[in-house]
């Protein structure tokens, strides 16, 4: 059962190897046809949940098919388009108490290397930037796809998601313990460029 296994894994992986220049390249998230998405959830005070997003950003990742492992990733986030479908709590999740939007402007996150496990999976471990502080996150990501599209391009769709306890990045509201972190979830689908 070994044998056949470790035969089927070499077989995909040189098939993978033949193919892999056809989506290999740099890849432009698709912010005109917004086929991406920042969202996010948090605890309220333990009793339900809050979810939001943030409605601008861009960014772009650059794919190598061959190497995943040197593949790169960067995004940047408008944080006054934060969005939790209620105008008074937006208001004040642009504050100081939150994300102080009007000292930080922008939120970012640069890859610096890529690990992948034993099931395609992957660790993309980068810098993120928040509220002015700088901090190494880890997101757990997954391609979803990759084809031609119907307009003569090429696209690719990843989806990550991490956790961040918010007062590693200097969030100074405390809404109790079970508000302590959230959770982040990112859907992109790049075109290449």
Not at 44 to 52: A, D, I, K, P, R
Not at 134 to 159: C, Q
């Amino acid at each position: 059962m070994k044998k056949v296994l470790l035969a089927s894994a070499v077989s995909m992986a040189l098939v993978g190897a033949v193919n892999a220049n056809e989506h290999s390249g740099t890849y432009a998230f698709d912010k005109k046809g917004a086929h991406q998405f920042i969202t996010f959830k948090i605890s309220h005070l333990g009793y339900s949940w809050l979810y939001g997003r943030f409605n601008d950003f861009d960014g772009e990742f650059v794919y190598d098919a061959e190497n995943p492992e040197n593949s790169t990733v960067n995004v940047t986030i408008d944080t006054a388009s934060v969005d939790s479908n209620h105008a008074e709590r937006d208001k004040h999740l642009r504050s100081e108490d939150f994300l102080y939007v009007d000292e930080f402007t922008e939120a970012t996150f640069k890859s610096k290397r890529v690990v992948l496990d034993e099931e395609g999976e992957a660790d993309i471990i980068g810098d993120l930037t928040l509220r002015g502080v700088t901090k190494e996150v880890t997101l757990d990501a997954e391609m979803l796809g990759h084809g031609e599209d119907p307009w003569g391009g090429y696209r690719m769709g990843f989806e990550a998601e991490t956790e961040l306890r918010l007062t590693d990045f200097g969030i100074p509201m405390d809404l109790g313990k079970a508000s302590e972190t959230v959770e982040i979830i990112i859907s992109v689908e790049g075109i290449r460029q």
